[in-house]
């Protein structure tokens, strides 16, 4: 500054300009200054408010994510209508012959089976019941057609999409299953074909059918 002052003075001669320049570097130093004091003022430590724990976002996979959403909020994992078709697919599992998986057993097999994951989605939800049919979009303005289905008027549900509307797709679709079930086990160790229930179609995944009947054959044998 000291400087910048003389040589101002040294090429103005003394002129009301180098006057008015030196008053306005004055200023400026003097609100340079102001400013400083402000931020030797600033207060640094954190209101407790403000003191939140969060997650690492490096490590956070979705798994993880949706554990401490559902204990954050203390959310059950599946709702009350999901428990149930959750049971009933377990009771058509062990009706029918097959070993009764637990419900974690079931989980695991759907997650890791060798079909493609929108499949897998399609039955996640089946069981959880978010399967978007029928009454579901009975409140929404536009969709209101969509309630009932287009080719027999009945409530569009799942259970009428798969077992009971007399569309010929419907039918269709059950004979290229039962084509594809005869195809990779021998005639004298599986069933014979049947459409299946809604109970047992969620648990597709978890059904054991060939261990079980060569299991029950040893046994008759003996």
Known sequence: MNWTQ???????NG???TQTTLEMMGQTKKQVKGHKDDAD???LRIPEEHKLQGARLVIMTQNLAYDWI???????????????????????LED?????????????????????????DWFWKLIHGRLRSGAYWKNFPGYEET?????CQNLETMNHILFSCTTEGREHI???????????????????W???????LRGFSSLKLRENITNRQKKDTN
């Not at 029918?96 to 890791?112: A, F, V």
């Not at 309630?147 to 080719?151: A, I, Q």
């Open 6 to 12: 003389g040589e101002v003075k040294h090429t103005s």
């Open 15 to 17: 002129s009301r300009a």
């Open 41 to 43: 003022s600033i207060e």
């Open 70 to 92: 559902t204990q954050l909020k203390k959310l059950r994992p599946i709702t009350r209508k999901g428990q149930e078709n959750l049971k009933d697919t377990l009771d058509a």
């Open 96 to 120: 029918l012959g097959s070993p009764r998986p637990t419900e974690q057993k079931l989980w695991k097999d759907l997650k890791y089976s060798k079909r493609r994951n929108n499949i897998g």
């Open 147 to 151: 309630v009932y289905c287009k080719h």
């Open 174 to 192: 059950w004979e290229m299953a039962e084509k594809l079930y005869e195809l990779p086990m021998k005639t004298n160790n599986r069933l014979s």
């Open 194 to 200: 049947t459409v299946p229930s809604k109970a047992l």
